[in-house]
Every structure is written in C-alpha cells, then in structure tokens.
C-alpha cells in the first residue's frame, strides 16, 4: 500500500507567477485535501475533493483552485503568487470526506520571492 | 464561528506524563482527531474520538467529552522521541480544522 505523495519538495517562486503543486493519495482513499501550515502555525484546511469534485472550501481566496482526477489524486493551483503564500503545502487522504483519521503528504515547502 | 484551544508549550521529563487538553466550538460536530508532527515533518495520525469516553493506544490515549466540548491527548512514559507538536483537530461540516498546536519538549 502506497502512501501519500507530493511533489515538488521544495520550490521557490516569484510573486505573481502561478504554480501548481500535486498530490498522490493513498490507494483505496477517495478524498483528498489540501492545507497550508504557516511557520508556528496549525495546518489551515483551503478545500476537499470527494470523488472528483470540490465539497468543501476554507478561508481561501479563488486564486487557490485545485482538480481532483479519476486515480483520485490532486492538484493545488495557486494565481498571482503573493509573499504571504509562503509556507509548507500539505495534501491528506482519507476514505471518506471529513475522515478523522488523514494520511498527509511530507508537503511542498513553496517560497515566494 | 469555530474556535479550538489548546496550551502552546508543555515540557516535562522523561518517563512523565502528559496530558494537553483541547476545548472547541463549532457546528455539526463528529468527531475530534490528535497528529503529531516532527521538526520538518509531516502529521501523523494518533488517535481519534468519535464518541464520548477514552481511547487507548499503546502509550497514547484520547479522550472526548460532548458535552462540555473538551478532549484531551494523553501521552504516557514520555520519550525523547516524543518531542514534537501535537495538534488537535475537530471534524465538522464534513471537514477537519486544525488548532495551533502544542508543542511538547521532553528533558532528559
């Protein structure tokens, strides 16, 4: 049974570029999320994909989108990168939408410049 | 709105026990969960809490009170290799939201 995976590890960007960052689940979990974890800070829930499709969504602005794909893993988008985006991004899988019990990601440490 | 306290530093030594406690407040309430997270790391799960009363896990515990809103995490027979942050973290709404952590130092 694999784990859950994201890449890149790391990655340093520019403030206004794009990027997109992705995201493995674990096999047979169906539901993914996604969180940002400032430095100090708890992880902050930006949004859930259940089956593909969004169903529920943080304090996150529409510039942070994201797609969940039929193999059940993800991508998190981010537009016009600004420096507060800077923190470690951590993608969770769980059978069920809102599962107490998520397998996270080691995170993409993004930096913006 | 939601809200979820807990202390942001406990030390203690090791063989010690810890507990760190976790209020909330929030809608549509299931269920309360306890990762861990080293240095650099990512969160692992512990334990979770769907009904009210203790959970045990090897040197970990859980507990979940309902009614008052209140959980805790009890860690026994500390380690060093329990230093880490510990976070709490509340399903509602068909998500889980995250408290700020405590982190938790164990002296020799």
């Known amino acids: 049974e694999t784990g859950v995976t994201q890449s890149p590890t790391h990655l340093i960007k520019t403030r206004g570029q794009q990027v997109t960052l992705r995201c493995s689940s674990q096999?047979?979990?169906?539901?993914v999320s996604w969180y940002q974890q400032a430095l100090g800070q708890g992880p902050q829930f930006i949004f859930q994909?259940?089956?593909?499709?969004?169903?529920g969504r943080g304090n996150f602005p529409p510039r942070f989108s994201g797609l969940q794909f039929p193999n059940y893993s993800s991508e998190l988008n981010v537009n016009a990168l600004e420096l507060d985006d800077s923190a470690l991004y951590l993608c969770?899988?769980?059978?069920?939408?809102?599962?107490?019990?998520?397998?996270f990601g080691q995170g993409t440490r993004l930096t913006v410049v | 709105g939601q809200s979820l306290e807990q202390p942001s530093e406990v030390t203690a030594v090791e063989g010690a026990i810890v507990q760190i406690n976790c209020t909330y407040q929030?809608?549509?309430?299931?269920?309360l969960s306890w990762y861990q997270q080293h240095d650099g790391g990512a969160p692992t799960f512990l334990s979770y809490?769907?009904?009210?009363g203790l959970e045990e896990t090897g040197r970990f515990s859980s507990f979940l009170s309902r009614s008052d809103s209140y959980g805790y995490l009890l860690l026994q027979e500390l380690q060093m290799k329990d230093s880490a942050s510990y976070f709490c973290?509340?399903?509602?709404?068909?998500?889980?939201?995250f408290g700020a952590g405590t982190t938790v130092t164990v002296r020799a």
């Open positions: 969770a899988s769980s059978l069920e939408d809102g599962g107490l019990e998520a397998f």
């Open positions: 973290a509340v399903g509602s709404d068909y998500k889980l939201s």
């Open positions: 929030t809608s549509g309430f299931y269920g």
């Open positions: 994909y259940y089956r593909e499709e969004e169903n």
């Open positions: 096999s047979g979990h169906n539901t």
């Open positions: 809490n769907a009904l009210d």
